[in-house]
């Protein structure tokens, strides 16, 4: 089973409740403007307490990638990749994600956000994860 994230953090709560309605959001500081990624509540740039989550377009670019040929967690069954994506409305912001098998994969291609549901029965959370665009 794939393992299951902490939804309730403080600092990223956000990102999980965007993901639970099939949105990607990022923290960015209301003052300056600065994405805050990793998500922090207040900004690491012009020390603002003022930040706010933001839905951003569920697209990106592929930033590097590898091929995982071996187990090495549970819940993840070989072969995969795991992707790096740099958001589209937000450059500079990454986030990691995994396709089953050994996909036909070049850095730069275009990618798509979709929204995983995993968890046990009553308990799922959706999960962003990528794939690539068509």
Request: proline share 8%; glycine share 10%.
């Amino acid at each position: 089973m794939t393992p299951v994230p902490r939804t309730t953090d403080h600092d990223t709560g956000g990102h999980w409740a965007a993901a639970a309605d099939g949105e990607l959001a990022i923290r960015a500081c209301a003052a300056c403007g600065l994405v805050l990624h990793l998500p922090k509540a207040y900004c690491h740039g012009c020390g603002s307490w003022d930040t706010a989550w933001r839905a951003v377009a569920p697209t990106g670019t592929l930033w590097s990638y590898t091929i995982t040929e071996r187990e090495l967690r549970a819940g993840f069954d070989p072969p995969y990749a795991v992707v790096v994506v740099e958001l589209d409305e937000a450059p500079g912001t990454r986030l990691v994600g995994h396709l089953p098998g050994r996909p036909e994969l070049r850095i730069g291609m275009a990618m798509r956000a979709r929204f995983d549901r995993v968890g046990p029965a009553g308990a799922e959370v959706r999960l962003p994860n990528w794939e690539v665009a068509r």
